[in-house]
């Protein structure tokens, strides 16, 4: 497993991107990876940075080894459907430009504290950790740069149709929880890739990472290791 965890651009204290959009997103992780000197990478990608991951592998396919989505499906091959099932308001209020963080101005800690407040495992984020998310998402810009992806859904999902005709050919991982969706990602990858595998976390809500540390570490240690070994195998 090649490499180090990294931010999604645009999140966190990573600045604004300036064309917002996953596929900017995805090609600045790719230069990031050339920075570092690094070959082809397993990508791991939980929610957005799940999304992200995608469009990383479907624009290098050359500089990807494995792909990981974690807790959602994509646009154009699920997400949408997702949305009107699940009921997920927010993704129209948060593509409405400017209102949130109008709407939100001084109160971020309640808009955060709101979704945190949903969790299926609820000690699974603590106070600290919504300290820790408000100092980025509270700081001047913090929240727009975030919302900025909701805003580019119809762009993004018209390039994800356009990446679907050309199936992926890597190992793919579609990994859900049992109180949110289920099998939802794997169904989705299944629409864009050749080699898909999928798993679902019990007594685990959307936060994977979160809620089921042990699970979600377990199930992706098997699949990046049995990647590496038919790697080593084929060499």
């Known amino acids: ?27 600045l992780l790719d230069r990031w990876r050339e920075q570092l000197g690094l070959g082809a990478v397993h990508v791991v990608g939980h929610d957005l940075g799940g999304m992200t991951s995608y469009a990383w592998a479907a624009q290098q396919r050359e500089e990807i080894r494995s792909l990981s989505v974690l807790g959602v499906p994509l646009h154009g091959f699920g997400l949408q459907e997702f949305i009107n099932r699940a009921g997920l308001w927010h993704f129209g209020l948060f593509a409405v430009p400017g209102l949130t963080e109008h709407l939100a101005d001084g109160r971020e800690r309640l808009l955060l504290t709101h979704f945190y407040e949903h969790i299926h495992a609820a000690d699974a984020v603590t106070e600290a950790d919504v300290d820790a998310y408000l100092r980025s ?6 929240l727009g740069a975030s919302l900025a992806y909701y805003r580019n859904y ?3 999902t018209e390039a994800f149709t356009e990446y679907g005709r050309r199936s992926l050919a890597i190992p793919v991982l579609g990994v859900g929880g049992d109180h949110a969706g289920g099998p939802i990602p794997e169904i989705s ?7 898909v595998r999928g798993t679902v976390l019990t007594d685990c809500g959307h936060f994977l990472a979160e809620e089921q540390p042990e699970q979600l570490t377990d199930v992706l240690l098997d699949f990046l290791t049995a990647v590496d070994n038919k790697g080593t195998a084929e060499q």
């Not at 999604?8 to 917002?20: F, I, M, N, R, V």
């Not at 998402?137 to 913090?142: E, L, S």
């Not at 990858?189 to 080699?195: H, I, N, Y």
């Open 189 to 195: 990858l299944a629409q864009v890739a050749d080699d």
């Open 1 to 27: 497993m090649d490499g180090p965890a990294g931010p999604q651009p645009g999140l966190g204290d990573s600045a604004a991107l300036a064309e917002p959009g996953i596929r900017t997103a995805a090609a």
């Open 137 to 142: 998402y509270g700081r001047p810009g913090g």
């Open 154 to 156: 119809t762009a993004d």
